[in-house]
């Protein structure tokens, strides 16, 4: 099956500094979106982002479809920014999402 | 507005014990119903994926089952726990056949085996 990597697997930050997350996939894939997992264990997704480019606020994301990547980005980091952030991709017609292993961000105030 | 809902959120059993998490979705038609499990480590790991009544996918071999009885209810049913089935367990759902196939999660039912 595809397989999904994460880097860095854990990142500590000051809070107002910026970060960049990447996720790795190993095949061609037709949906990938990013996932924050706070503190309390609620995921929520971030982005739906199989190519291109997307802003929300402070955080953006880029996937490179044709060179099978993605980028989480997150500008002027803060303590509620914290957790665990996860890049899950989908096959086409699999009708299932596989996860990375997450990337887990400690921001410090 | 869809919801979801996951009870209970929090579980202690013996080995060898019955086991059964619900999970329900309000607000739309036919999802796609998933149960992921989230072991110390941070992975998810898809056990379960249904999408229809009835019809259910079981992504790995394992002491764990999945019913799904309404169209928006899915269940995640074991006989005997082992220890081995502590953990973080999750529900999630997404409408099939659409644009932004975006994924939904409950909060989540912790399971603890002793």
């Known amino acids: 099956g595809i397989q999904v990597e994460q880097s860095p697997p854990d990142l500590i930050l000051q809070e107002g500094a910026n970060s960049t997350l990447r996720c790795n996939f190993s095949?061609?894939?037709?949906?990938l979106q990013w996932f924050h997992q706070n503190p309390w264990g609620q995921l929520i997704n971030l982005f739906y982002?199989?190519?291109g480019t997307k802003q929300n606020g402070r955080l953006s994301a880029t996937t490179v479809a044709t060179e099978r990547y993605s980028l989480l980005y997150i500008s002027s980091s803060q303590t509620t920014d914290s957790g665990v952030y996860f890049c899950a991709v989908e096959q086409g017609g699999s009708e299932k999402l596989v996860f990375g292993k997450g990337t887990k961000l400690t921001v410090n105030p | 507005s869809q919801t979801i809902h996951q009870w209970p959120a929090t579980l202690v059993q013996p080995v060898g014990s019955p086991l059964s998490l619900e999970c329900t979705v309000e607000g739309t038609s036919n999802p796609n119903l998933y149960w992921y499990r989230q072991a110390a480590g941070r992975g998810l790991q898809l056990l379960f994926y249904s999408v229809g009544i009835g019809q259910i996918s079981s992504e790995v071999p394992q002491n764990l089952s999945a019913s799904r009885p309404q169209d928006r209810q899915f269940i995640l049913s074991s006989k005997k726990l082992l220890l081995s089935d502590s953990g973080f367990y999750l529900c999630?759902?997404?409408?099939?056949?659409?644009?932004?196939?975006?994924?939904?999660f409950g909060a989540g039912s912790r399971l603890t085996v002793l």
């Open positions: 999630a759902w997404n409408l099939a056949g659409h644009g932004a196939n975006v994924l939904t």
């Open positions: 095949d061609s894939v037709n949906n």
């Open positions: 982002i199989p190519s």
